[in-house]
């Protein structure tokens, strides 16, 4: 069965670095999302992308973060310089078409010291 | 008023009992609804999608919508102590379908 891919599982940075997060979503789908999700709180939507731009981004996609996809495959989350509570779980999602159900990678944990 | 409102919970359930989940949420124009579930530690896994007013079955699973009351509700029949998780329920706001927003999510502990 295809599922979302991601990489790393966790990766540790310190504060000012830039990270990238990255994420291979189902070989058909066309949308694409990030999320994130501090520890013990709720899942966070940060942005959606369709047709190499951005569709929909919320308050917390501010201008240290940017999306990409490089190629045919991979979907990127680029954070430019991390902050202490950028700290989370940042999930990948995907669907295939529009208002349909989304499948969700199994995150990479972000730890910014 | 928030988005999506879940009640947090802990549910706690006998084996065997149905439990029964709810979600509220305040876009009128939205028309998706998912319910995932959430094991401590891993991503949401999709249980159940409905897309219009009514019951949907899925097994051990119906999703109900009324999109009237902007209510949606996930009941599980026959729980089993491996249905303990927290349930998410999810929105996709307005007609364009573009952001997805998660309620904060209702533990679920099934007894054995």
């Known amino acids: 069965e295809p599922e979302v891919t991601q990489t790393p599982s966790h990766q540790v940075t310190q504060m000012g670095q830039e990270v990238i997060l990255r994420c291979v979503p189902i070989s058909n789908h066309l949308y694409f999302y990030w999320y994130r999700q501090i520890l013990g709180q709720k899942v966070e939507f940060l942005v959606s992308?369709?047709?190499?731009?951005?569709?929909?981004k919320s308050e917390i996609f501010d201008d240290q973060f940017s999306v990409e996809r490089p190629d045919g495959s991979n979907f990127t989350l680029k954070i430019r310089s991390t902050k202490l509570e950028d700290s989370a779980m940042y999930f990948c999602?995907?669907?295939?078409?529009?208002?349909?159900?989304?499948?969700f990678g199994p995150g990479t944990r972000l730890t910014v010291t | 008023q928030k988005e999506v409102e879940q009640n947090s919970g802990p549910l706690s359930v006998p084996e065997g009992a149905i439990a029964s989940l709810n979600c509220t949420y305040s876009d009128r124009g939205s028309q998706s609804f998912f319910w995932y579930r959430q094991y401590s530690g891993k991503s949401p896994e999709l249980i159940m999608f409905i897309y219009s007013n009514g019951d949907k079955e899925d097994g051990r699973f119906t999703a109900q919508l009324n999109k009237a009351s902007q209510y949606v509700s996930l009941l599980i029949r026959d729980s089993q102590p491996s249905d303990s998780a927290t349930y998410l329920c999810?929105?996709?706001?307005?007609?364009?379908?573009?952001?997805?927003?998660f309620g904060a999510g209702t533990r679920l502990f099934v007894k054995a």
């Open positions: 999602a995907s669907r295939a078409s529009i208002g349909r159900e989304q499948y």
């Open positions: 992308f369709y047709n190499n731009e951005i569709s929909e």
């Open positions: 999810a929105v996709n706001m307005g007609t364009g379908g573009f952001k997805t927003i």
